[in-house]
């Protein structure tokens, strides 16, 4: 008989080396961001940019379509971001010259080896005039301001029409 089983250690270490090799090195967490609005013939809404946490979404998501798997860390409930692009084409060369600036109504988390979908329409997100959701200029302001201060640096948000204009001179804010 082995010294250890004796002493009644053996079968604890054998059992914690099996759990340690059982462990999923591969094991990753993934956030999706779904647009859920509907593709219209006359305006379709499209997420030009949003922000999660700390993931940014980069690329242009149609209506009706996903974003790419980004990684992320396990995350308590935290707020989402959104610029929609009204009636601009995603597949274009051009920067939009339209924005509605969104925030979810609810946080979203994510557990460890998880898979975090973040669905986006006027039930999820607020602050889409068209749809009667209005943001406080003070939210909009945070949101331009800080969240995606790079795309808004020369623009102002009125958040109760969901328009921007130029900044005639980009230090007067």
Known sequence: MHPLTRLGILPG?????????????????????DNEYRASATRPLVVYRAQWQAVTFQTPIAPG????????????????????APGW????????TSFVVMQSRE?????????????????????????GSFLSQAKADFITRYVFQGLFASLRYDASRC??????????R
């Not at 379509?65 to 929609?84: F, G, K």
């Open 13 to 33: 270490v054998l059992s914690l080396v099996s759990f340690a090799a059982g462990c999923d090195v591969n094991a990753q967490t993934d956030v999706i961001l």
């Open 65 to 84: 379509s996903s974003s790419d798997l980004e990684t992320t860390v396990p995350a308590s409930p935290n707020t989402a971001y959104v610029i929609l």
């Open 89 to 96: 084409d995603p597949t274009s060369t051009t920067t939009p």
């Open 107 to 131: 946080g979203y988390g994510v557990e460890f080896d998880e898979t975090l979908r973040i669905p986006v329409d006027d039930s999820t997100f607020v602050g889409n005039c068209a749809s």
């Open 163 to 172: 328009t921007v204009a130029p900044i005639g001179d980009a230090g007067k």
